[in-house]
């Protein structure tokens, strides 16, 4: 009765406090901001890898028991219940897209779990303009960001799991590239409260060296300056070099937590909320729900309705002191909706198919799709 007691204060302190905390900040700021906008590198590494984290925002960290794990939480990875690949599709604003797939098995009689993935994203043949072509000087360039990633998550008793992954981040910008190491550390903590499942996460998420750059493009001939008072100094070209300031990596902290409020031997009802913290923006807040029904009638199949909404100021008009125009109703930034269907066989085999929705406000709409195999 006690812990119980004790699940349940956690519980609507969490989804209580967290709004409390955005309100504190925005009455507590003064003239100043030190919000690291326009900061860091690598940024796409924020913008998710499957159609259910999207739908279900940030709350979907506590509920990663999937092959999504391996993006959003590598301590859920490890309450995996089969082998497993995962591929999505985003088309993302700006006419960009971002790839990802992962793939990942339990180990150890379920003790655990190791994965694999890789995501790209980015845009190619675009044309160079210049002060001197403003209509294209008939050169194209492409932008390509990539990630690939290990991980591997255990579980230290029933209730608790924790996990890691380790990433080389991969960024080429036309003929200049920068490389980085980075990685991410998650736990998972799952227990009952009023005999209905309730989780908890935490994640801190690229964490790790600074991107910087180099390539041909950055490659140069200079003569010496003429120094104030002397007259002109022949010299020959000396090959050298420009010098680019490192960036860092979009490093995220986030606190996550899940209850259903409607659970069966099939079908579920879940609620959930998230906290989070990015190193180059102010800090976020979402909430929403999940309803899912697996083997409807007795069948293989199962359907997934989901839906949240993120506070999110990145997705607003008004960013480190810019305001953009408005070019539309934004009373529906920060919603995101989706659902998918499955399919599972007695024999252990899987598939799934997942659809998001997302409003990015000044930035527009963006769909995700997502196939999941399991065997």
């Given at each position: 009765m006690i812990r119980h007691s004790v699940a349940r204060v956690a519980a609507l302190a969490l989804l209580a406090a967290a709004p409390s905390v955005l309100r504190a900040q925005a009455t507590n700021e003064g003239s100043s901001d030190n919000t690291g906008y326009g900061t860091t590198s690598a940024e796409f590494l924020l913008i998710g890898a499957n159609a259910r984290g999207m739908a279900l925002g940030g709350g979907y960290m506590a509920l990663a028991t999937d092959l999504g794990a391996l993006y959003a939480n590598p301590g859920a990875l490890a309450l995996l219940k089969r082998a497993g690949f995962q591929g999505s599709q985003l088309n993302y604003v700006a006419d960009t897209k971002l790839n990802w797939g992962g793939v990942a098995t339990p180990y150890g009689g379920g003790s655990g779990a190791i994965g694999f993935s890789i995501g790209t994203f980015g845009f190619s043949d675009q044309p160079v303009y210049t002060p001197?072509?403003?209509?294209?000087n008939g050169e194209f360039y492409s932008v390509s960001e990539s990630v690939a990633a290990a991980t591997i998550s255990k579980n230290f008793s029933d209730r608790f799991s924790v996990g890691v992954t380790a990433k080389g981040v991969f960024d080429r910008l036309?003929?200049?590239?920068?490389?980085?190491?980075?990685?991410d550390f998650g736990t998972h903590f799952h227990s009952q409260l009023a005999g209905k499942p309730i989780r908890f996460a935490f994640a801190l998420t690229n964490l790790g060296t600074n991107l910087k750059y180099k390539g041909d493009p950055l490659k140069v001939t200079s003569t010496r300056d003429t120094l104030p008072g002397d007259g002109e100094v022949p010299s020959q070209p000396v090959p050298s070099e420009r010098l680019t300031s490192p960036y860092?990596?979009?490093?995220?902290?986030?606190?996550?937590?899940?209850y259903d409020f409607i659970s069966s031997s099939d079908a579920r009802f879940t609620l959930m909320s998230e906290f989070n913290q990015m190193r180059s923006n102010k800090a976020a807040f979402s909430a929403g729900g999940e309803f899912a029904?697996?083997?409807i009638g007795g069948s293989i199949f199962g359907i997934a309705l989901r839906g949240s909404y993120t506070s999110n100021p990145s997705l607003g008009y008004e960013s480190a002191g810019i305001v953009y125009e408005k070019q539309a109703d934004?009373?529906?930034r920060g919603l995101a909706f989706g659902g998918g269907v499955s399919l599972a066989s007695r024999g252990g085999f899987a598939l799934g198919f997942d659809y998001a929705w997302k409003n990015m406000g000044a930035l527009g709409d963006v769909n995700f799709i997502t196939v999941t195999v399991g065997w």
């Open positions: 001197q072509a403003p209509n294209g036309g003929q200049v590239s920068g490389t980085a190491f980075a990685v860092s990596l979009p490093t995220k902290f986030g606190v996550a937590l899940a029904a697996d083997r934004d009373g529906s």
